[in-house]
């Protein structure tokens, strides 16, 4: 039997999953650009998140190939360590450099999804709290950034291979370098990456429900923005595999490529979760409407409503139904190139139809032939 290295396996599930999500996004710009004709910045934001997560599984392909060259019992036997030392500083200088790449990575998914809620934000407490968690996400990221740097007072001393080995010798003598347990900055950033995605998930749940839309229409909008939640789980499954690979030095050799496996999980699922709703706009495409669903949406418009006085107080509080939706939507036209009309509520297209159930407005009097 065949054995397959756990850190192989890391390698080939990273490429695998990066490449999944590159072709998803590279979907989500040409959708954008092509069917919509705009870009913003949360999709540059996931470029740049995409492009780190490429850097991450380059790292983890040299973690699998300096640390398969040795094994931590052949630190005890000094006659060895002239030919470790090379593959084992490898090890250290890569592991020091996934820490801030993960992090830093995992950041700019999550401000793609905050500034796509930014651009759609109607009512200006939404938009409020989505600015504050854009604060907090970039200062915890540059608080675990500086301390992943700084690990050791010298930062070099992070990947000293003499300093590492001597921990072997059990000398009492021996003089400690300056560095503290990544282990604690490791549980702090895992708990508060899994609490910034699930504040990042309900946000826009009150928004959402707020709007005057059919309900089944409400839970088809609430269901696109949660496809987040495959994020979260792949958090939490890390965050246990974290408190595993902390327990002991033993188990951190064990768990080690678990831990490296479940970050690719969570950093693909969250930017594949967070791009796959604009591919909507692909099989959209393809639905071609008929004349007679033209005309029952140009049926559908009724005049604009007249506002009496006394009622401007209820419409300054009333939700904002701006077009918020309008970021998975091409713009459609008749057969004419006309473009047709839509209700004054905004929703998807897709879920506005002139069927039983429809949020449009049927005439009052219709023309009858005399």
């Not at 826009?204 to 429900?209: A, D, H, K």
């Not at 970021?327 to 905004?346: L, V």
Request: charge should be positive.
């Amino acid at each position: 039997m065949t054995f397959i290295r756990p850190g192989f396996v890391v390698v080939i599930v990273g490429m695998t999953l990066t490449s999944l999500s590159t072709i998803v996004v590279a979907l989500r710009y040409y959708c954008r650009y092509f069917r919509m004709g705009t870009l913003g910045a949360t999709d540059h934001l996931m470029f740049v998140a995409l492009f780190l997560t490429w850097g991450n599984t380059v790292i983890n392909y040299y973690q699998d190939s300096t640390s398969s060259k040795f094994r931590p019992s052949q630190f005890r036997n000094p006659e060895n360590r002239p030919f470790l030392e090379i593959h084992l500083r490898g090890t250290l200088v890569t592991w020091w450099i996934y820490r801030i790449m993960y992090t830093v990575a995992l950041c700019f998914v999550k401000l793609s999804i905050l500034f796509f809620y930014r651009a759609i934000a109607s009512h200006q407490t939404f938009r409020r709290l989505v600015h504050v968690t854009i604060a907090f996400v970039c200062f915890y990221t540059f608080g675990a950034t500086i301390a992943s740097i700084f690990q050791c007072e010298n930062p070099s001393d992070a990947w000293n291979t003499e300093s590492y080995l001597s921990q072997f010798d059990r000398k009492p003598g021996r003089v400690y370098l300056k560095c503290y347990n990544p282990v604690t900055l490791w549980v702090f950033t895992s708990a508060f990456n899994l609490f910034s995605d699930v504040v990042i998930l309900l946000l826009p749940i009150p928004t959402l429900l707020s709007l005057r839309v059919p309900m089944n229409k409400r839970l088809a909008l609430i269901g696109i923005f949660s496809v987040g939640i495959m994020a979260i789980v792949a958090s939490c499954v890390r965050m246990w595999v974290m408190a595993l690979w902390s327990e002991s030095p033993q188990n951190s050799a064990k768990f080690g490529a678990d831990l490296l496996l479940w970050g690719q999980v969570e950093t693909n699922s969250g930017i594949i979760s967070a791009s796959v709703p604009f591919l909507r706009l692909i099989f959209r495409g393809r639905e071609t409407p008929s004349s007679r669903e033209i005309e029952e949406r140009k049926r559908g418009i009724s005049p604009p409503r007249i506002v009496v006085q006394g009622q401007e107080a209820d419409e300054k509080n009333k939700p904002l139904e701006i077009e918020s939706m309008k970021f998975f939507e091409a713009e459609d036209a008749d057969p004419n190139g006309s473009p047709i009309w839509k209700p004054f509520i905004t929703v998807p297209a897709s879920l506005s139809s002139g069927s039983r159930g429809s949020a449009m407005l049927e005439p009052t009097h219709p023309h009858q032939t005399v």
